[in-house]
């Protein structure tokens, strides 16, 4: 009697066993399957943001046909200038050779397009590049690109900084001859903010990896000074 209550017992824990690792493995299939569609949740959701933010943005006036930069001038060899206003490079940058690049444009020599990026948001606590950069597609709109790009240059804040407020750039904007209403508006508006976005995207793409980066006819200039700016576009321009 003992022997077959004893058999008993043990097919029980054997029952008891196969239905927890049955459990177990469901367990298991729910939780891998719950991954995966985390994962395909994740990825579709990535596309989707991503198509909106290179898809949807503002364009201001004076864009190129892309809409990655502000066009000056129309001659026949294209530089490309990828700044960031937070950037103490891309200031010195424009000390030294901005003059050279508006001489370029006023001979008819080249075709300067500025790519306004927001690479260095890490070193504000505003997102100060990205602002900036709207704020010059705002000073675009107002036909006074290169004037307000200079004084942003001129003010510019220091790395780790807040940056300026709006109100400063605002300030910057009615300083350069800028409607203190309309230009204002933009920049509180955050109008060209998905436009910074589009640019600096593009930037990626290009393979830019830091500011300034200077192109002529998209080969790389590595020591922009102006007397390499000059000689640069006399040979691209053969």
């Known amino acids: 009697m003992s022997s077959r209550k004893g058999q008993?017992?043990?097919a029980r824990v054997v029952r008891e066993q196969l239905a927890r690792e049955r459990r177990r493995?469901?367990?298991?299939?729910?939780?891998?399957?719950?991954?995966?569609v985390l994962v395909i949740a994740g990825v579709v959701g990535w596309v989707v943001w991503s198509n909106q933010r290179s898809d949807t943005f503002t364009t201001p006036p004076g864009a190129n046909a892309a809409g990655t930069g502000i066009v000056t001038g129309g001659g026949p060899v294209t530089v490309d200038v990828y700044e960031d206003f937070i950037c103490p490079a891309c200031h010195q940058?424009?000390?030294?050779?901005?003059?050279?690049?508006?001489?370029?444009?006023?001979?008819?020599?080249?075709?300067?397009?500025?790519?306004?990026v927001a690479y260095l948001n890490?070193?504000?606590?505003?997102?100060?590049?990205?602002?900036?950069?709207?704020?010059?597609?705002?000073?675009?709109?107002?036909?006074?690109?290169?004037?307000?790009?200079?004084?942003?240059?001129?003010?510019?804040?220091?790395?780790?900084?807040?940056?300026?407020?709006?109100?400063?750039?605002?300030?910057?904007?009615?300083?350069?001859?800028?409607?203190r209403g309309s230009f204002g508006g933009c920049?509180?508006?955050?109008?060209?903010?998905?436009?910074?976005?589009?640019?600096?995207?593009?930037?990626?793409?290009?393979?830019?990896?830091g500011t300034p980066t200077i192109m002529v006819n998209g080969q790389p200039l590595e020591n922009p000074t102006p007397d390499a700016l000059n000689a640069a576009v006399a040979a691209a321009g053969k």
């Not at 493995?25 to 995966?36: E, L």
């Not at 109008?191 to 600096?200: F, K």
Request: hydrophobic share 35%; glycine share 8%.
């Open 122 to 179: 890490r070193f504000s606590t505003t997102d100060y590049s990205t602002r900036s950069s709207a704020a010059s597609g705002c000073a675009a709109a107002g036909g006074k690109f290169r004037e307000y790009a200079k004084a942003l240059f001129a003010k510019q804040p220091p790395e780790g900084s807040a940056g300026l407020s709006n109100d400063e750039l605002i300030d910057i904007g009615a300083g350069v001859g800028l409607d």
């Open 187 to 209: 920049v509180k508006d955050g109008t060209y903010r998905t436009w910074t976005d589009h640019v600096t995207d593009a930037a990626s793409r290009s393979k830019v990896t």
């Open 25 to 36: 493995r469901r367990t298991i299939w729910v939780s891998a399957a719950a991954v995966v």
């Open 93 to 116: 940058f424009e000390q030294t050779s901005g003059a050279t690049l508006e001489q370029l444009v006023a001979d008819n020599k080249a075709k300067v397009v500025y790519h306004p």
């Open 8 to 10: 008993r017992d043990a």
